[in-house]
């Protein structure tokens, strides 16, 4: 099950929102969880089930989708936003991720 | 807190086995699955297995069959990873991560701070 992410690089300036996009070569339901992951550390969750918050998680961060199609909204845009963002599914297994979208300053 | 710390970077030969270690604190040890991914230099996540703490169970990605065991110590909380039959593209940075509690989620709600395997001759 391929999870393709798009764009691979977003160039977004601070304040402003940002729209990522994760797609499922065969639909996974709900069963996706998004990450954020800067340089040097482990990735952190964002999300599950396609759009249920994860703890401590800011409300800027929002998912949506179902099927086949998912989407991370980040609404205002914080410099420590500023990271690379991974979609996983885990409808089936093997577990998989998405290649990654880098969101810069733009 | 909840917290899982894992073992120091390794160096590898090619054909040689590893086994990394991640030890959690913070919660109930047997109650949550332990996942591992890994990270190339500079690319994705990829996912390896996962081992049930509480019964010994695994499920291990197709591509390491055979080559992955996933075992767990409960009387000092702590995960281990084997890996044999190294090869150049087996170095990467190695993440332990505990599954999140809910139904038919197999997200990672924490992650160990990684574990970097070298393999090189």
């Known amino acids: 099950l391929v999870m393709t992410q798009s764009p691979a690089t977003l160039s977004v300036s601070p304040g402003e929102r940002a729209t990522l996009s994760c797609r499922a070569s065969?639909?996974?339901?709900?069963?996706l969880a998004w990450y954020q992951q800067k340089p040097g550390q482990a990735p952190r969750l964002l999300i599950y089930?396609?759009?249920t918050r994860a703890i401590d998680i800011p409300a800027r961060f929002s998912g949506s989708g179902s099927g086949t199609e998912f989407t991370l909204t980040i609404s205002s845009l914080q410099s420590e936003d500023f990271a690379v963002y991974f979609c996983?599914?885990?409808?089936?297994?093997?577990?998989?991720f998405g290649q990654g979208t880098r969101l810069e300053i733009k | 807190q909840v917290q899982l710390v894992q073992s120091g970077a390794e160096v590898k030969k090619p054909g040689a086995s590893v086994k990394l270690s991640c030890k959690t604190s913070?919660?109930?040890?047997?109650?949550?699955?332990i996942h591992w991914v890994r990270q190339a230099p500079g690319q994705g996540l990829e996912w390896l297995g996962r081992?049930?703490?509480?019964?010994?169970?695994?499920n291990y990605a197709q591509k390491f069959q055979g080559r992955v065991t996933m075992t767990s110590d409960a009387s000092i909380s702590t995960a281990y990873m084997d890996l044999s039959r190294l090869g150049s593209d087996d170095t990467a940075v190695y993440f332990c991560?505990?599954?999140?509690?809910?139904?038919?989620?197999?997200?990672?709600?924490?992650w160990g701070q990684g574990t970097l395997v070298t393999v090189s001759s």
């Open positions: 081992s049930n703490p509480k019964s010994g169970a695994t």
């Open positions: 991560a505990r599954e999140t509690i809910c139904i038919g989620c197999h997200a990672f709600d924490i």
């Open positions: 065969q639909s996974i339901s709900s069963s």
């Open positions: 913070g919660y109930t040890f047997s109650e949550y699955f």
């Open positions: 089930g396609a759009s």
């Open positions: 996983q599914q885990y409808n089936s297994w093997p577990i998989t």
